[in-house]
Structure formats: structure tokens, C-alpha cells
């Protein structure tokens, strides 16, 4: 009798905290996975409210951070690097920026058509990359969970000021082989495409302009670059698709999803 009586509170307990209870924001899910973990800029969009027209992601002055093309090798402490130093290829990647997925896209041959939105999540990527559109940080947070079985993973993105164009390389952290790349694409609507990108290095690579200001750049080199855009190569960086490997920085609306070593992880070994 007791017992019974028991259950039946418990039962309206949990009834009366189910209906009390407001869904999970995204911010909190991911609070609940890495708690302490500040959510990255990068996907700040993700907490738009659903179904506003938002402005396109990338903005023009952003341009030029993407569209700089460089060499592996260039990537140490006191080299200058400047931002959209090749006006030709400047010339060559501005029509592809609208409204297709990304100006770094455009360096891949297959990608130059322009596309919808649905057409773009349903096609394989130039390089037969499976292709994971998410449009929300909860569906975000599940991919790349279950891609890397684990949650300790983290998430590294560019913080890149205004009006820059100018840098020199102050550090280069080399962050790992074949991330898990999720940018937002090129469209209104807010929708990130996750992927691996194979045969490529991400770094960190920490940057200082003449005066002072400091930029972090996301940066992701390809070793396998046969299908990239002859014409753009060649306007950039004087060298043939599949010779050298080439890389670009990340912008802000991006970022790289890798396995997050922590010193526990190490002192178990
Ligand atoms: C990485 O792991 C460490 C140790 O578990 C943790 O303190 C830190 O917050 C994690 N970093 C991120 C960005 O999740």
C-alpha cells in the first residue's frame, strides 16, 4: 500500500517536471557535453532563432583571408605573409562567391557550377568526401561525436581581426591529419557542412601585423591537390595541380573539429 502510494507521487513528480521542464537551448546541450567549454564564435550562428533570413556568411573583407593561397613550406616563424596577395586570383574567385558553398571551395575544379542548397548537400564533393549538412549545433554535436566515438574532441577555429592585410608568422602549432572540417556554406540560410578532409594538415599558426595587432589563423594544408583549379594555381603560386602541397586559412565561420588530448590522456599512457 505504502509502496504503491510512493509510486504514485513519483509518477506525478515526474509528470508535473516533464511539462514544468523548457526544452534544452543549444547552448545548454553543449554546456552538457563540455561544460566550461565556451561555445566557438564560429558557430554562434547556430543559435539564430530558425527560419530568419540571415545575410550571407561571408562578408566582402573576409574575402581576402580565404582566397590567399600559400606553400607548406612558407609556414614558419618570420616569413611575411599578405592577405589576397594575387589580384588575378582575386578576379578569378569573386564570381563563384555567391551563392555557392565557400570561396576556398572554388579552388576545387568540380565545385565552379553553382548550385542550391539541397543540390550541394546531396552531391558528393570533389574529392568523393562524404558530405554531412547540419543546421542545427545540437545535430553538430552528435556528428561529430559519433564520427570520432568520443567526446573528447575539440573544436579550433581563426580569430582574425579587421583591416589586416598585412602579417608576419610569429608561431606555427601543428594540430593534426585529416580534421573534421564544419563550415557554414555560402548561403542565407544557416547550414554547415561537416566533413574529413583527407590527405590534409591543419595548424595553427599565430600572426602579428605591423602594428601589433595579432590574428590566430586556422590554416588546413592539402597534400593531394589534383583537383584544383589549374587557372587559379597557376594565377596564385606559379605551380601545377598535384605538385606541391598548397594551403589556405580558414575564415571565420569555420572550424576544425580534432581529438583533444588532455594531460590525464597523457599521464595514462
Ligand atoms: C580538453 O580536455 C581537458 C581535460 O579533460 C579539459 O579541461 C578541456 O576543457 C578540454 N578542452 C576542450 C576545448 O574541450
Same mark, same amino acid.
Given at each position: ?6 509510486? @504514485? ?9 516533464? !511539462? ?37 556568411? !561571408?562578408? &566582402?573583407?573576409? @574575402? ?32 563563384? +562567391? ?8 572554388? @579552388?576545387?575544379? +568540380? ?44 573544436? !579550433? ?14 608561431? *606555427? ?5 585529416? &580534421? ?16 574529413? *578532409? ?21 590554416? /588546413?594544408?592539402?597534400?593531394? +591537390? ?12 606559379? /605551380?601545377?595541380?598535384?605538385? /606541391?602541397? @598548397? ?23
Amino acid at each position: 500500500m505504502e509502496f504503491s502510494r510512493l509510486s @504514485i507521487l513519483a509518477l506525478f513528480c515526474l509528470v508535473f517536471v516533464r !511539462i514544468g521542464a523548457s526544452p534544452l537551448s543549444a547552448e545548454d546541450y553543449w554546456q552538457s557535453v563540455w561544460p566550461n567549454t565556451p561555445l566557438p564564435k564560429a558557430f554562434s550562428d547556430l543559435l539564430l532563432p530558425y527560419g530568419r533570413t540571415h545575410s550571407l556568411p !561571408i562578408r &566582402a573583407e573576409e @574575402i581576402n583571408q580565404y582566397s590567399t593561397l600559400f606553400f607548406e613550406h612558407d609556414l614558419y616563424p618570420g616569413k611575411k605573409i599578405t592577405l589576397g596577395n594575387s589580384q588575378s586570383l582575386g578576379k578569378i574567385v569573386r564570381p563563384f +562567391t555567391k551563392p555557392t558553398q565557400g570561396v576556398t571551395d572554388s @579552388i576545387w575544379l +568540380t565545385n565552379k557550377k553553382r548550385q542550391s542548397l539541397d543540390d550541394f548537400c546531396a552531391s558528393p564533393t570533389a574529392t568523393g568526401e562524404h558530405k554531412h549538412c547540419v543546421s542545427s549545433l545540437e545535430s553538430m554535436v552528435d556528428h561529430v561525436i559519433s564520427h570520432f566515438g568520443t567526446t573528447k574532441i575539440k573544436a !579550433i577555429s581563426s580569430t582574425f581581426g579587421q583591416n589586416q592585410d598585412q602579417y608576419v608568422v610569429e608561431e *606555427v602549432k601543428r594540430v593534426g591529419d585529416n &580534421a573534421v572540417m564544419c563550415h557554414r556554406l555560402n548561403f542565407e540560410k544557416v547550414v554547415f557542412n561537416c566533413h574529413q *578532409v583527407q590527405a590534409t594538415t591543419a595548424y595553427v599558426v599565430s600572426l602579428v601585423a605591423p602594428d601589433g595587432t595579432k590574428a590566430k589563423a586556422l590554416t /588546413v594544408c592539402h597534400h593531394d +591537390t589534383r583537383g584544383m583549379n589549374h587557372e587559379l594555381l597557376y594565377e596564385a603560386l606559379k /605551380v601545377d595541380p598535384g605538385t /606541391v602541397p @598548397i594551403c589556405h586559412f580558414i575564415g571565420n565561420k569555420a572550424a576544425a573539429w580534432v581529438p583533444n588530448f588532455s594531460d590525464d590522456h597523457l599521464c595514462a599512457i
